[in-house]
């Protein structure tokens, strides 16, 4: 069965630091892979997603993620950060062209001056 | 840019009572999904619908849920007699037919049962 493991509840970071946020999936074949960013009171905003090729992949906000098969990991990461980027974030992982996706249990990320 | 909204976004009911949660998809999307997020929790899956049926459910969908697209821009779930679990964030979320995956949310239905 497929899973979604995403290592860190809660990360602290200061305003213009390096940002890497975990996510390591478990499932058979080739996943679809994606970042969703929750705002306090919002809905899940896509930030990126991977589906094939270049397994270095940007989004939106300045975002980024590197797809590694040999480690199942699909880890988020953001140069500097802002302190708009406080939010949840979660690894999604889909099955099939249309089908569900299965998210990690979120990372919230706190940004301090 | 086009978006999914949701209404209302907050509902309180009793216990035991019929609720229906409403979604408007993107327009040009054509597989539409439910999710759930109990506070503190991870978001789960519900349901996925496409060409007017159902096409993959979760075992938290049973008898008390069902979807519905009454016309061309809507999609409801309803929920027939609540219970205090039920109480959660719903989202909905559309696809287009050849986009892997690639869901957008709406921005979340806080269901609160009493």
């Known amino acids: 069965a497929q899973s979604v493991t995403q290592p860190d509840i809660h990360i602290t970071v200061s305003e213009g630091a390096s940002l890497e946020l975990r996510c390591n999936y478990s499932y058979g074949a080739t996943p679809y892979l994606f970042w969703y960013v929750q705002s306090p009171g919002q809905g899940l905003q896509l930030l990126l997603k991977?589906?094939?090729?270049?397994?270095l992949v940007q989004g939106i906000k300045g975002f980024e993620a590197e797809f590694k098969r040999s480690q199942s990991s699909f880890n988020l990461r953001k140069p500097s950060v802002h302190w708009s980027d406080a939010a949840e974030y979660f690894c999604a992982v889909g099955s099939d062209s249309w089908g569900k996706l299965q998210f990690g249990a979120g990372t919230q990320v706190v940004v301090t001056p | 840019e086009p978006e999914v909204t949701q209404t209302p976004s907050h509902q309180v009911t009793q216990m035991g009572q019929e609720v229906i949660l409403r979604c408007v998809p993107i327009s040009n999307h054509l597989y539409f999904y439910w999710y759930r997020q109990i506070l503190g929790q991870k978001v789960e899956f519900l349901v996925s619908?496409?060409?007017?049926?159902?096409?993959?459910k979760s075992e938290i969908f049973d008898d008390q849920f069902s979807v519905e697209r009454p016309d061309g821009s809507n999609f409801t779930l309803k929920i027939r007699s609540t219970k205090l679990e039920d109480s959660a964030m719903y989202f909905c979320?559309?696809?287009?037919?050849?986009?892997?995956?690639?869901?957008?949310f709406g921005p979340g239905t806080r269901l609160t049962v009493l």
């Open positions: 619908f496409y060409n007017n049926e159902i096409s993959e």
């Open positions: 991977y589906f094939s090729g270049d397994t």
């Open positions: 979320a559309s696809s287009r037919l050849t986009t892997y995956n690639e869901q957008f």
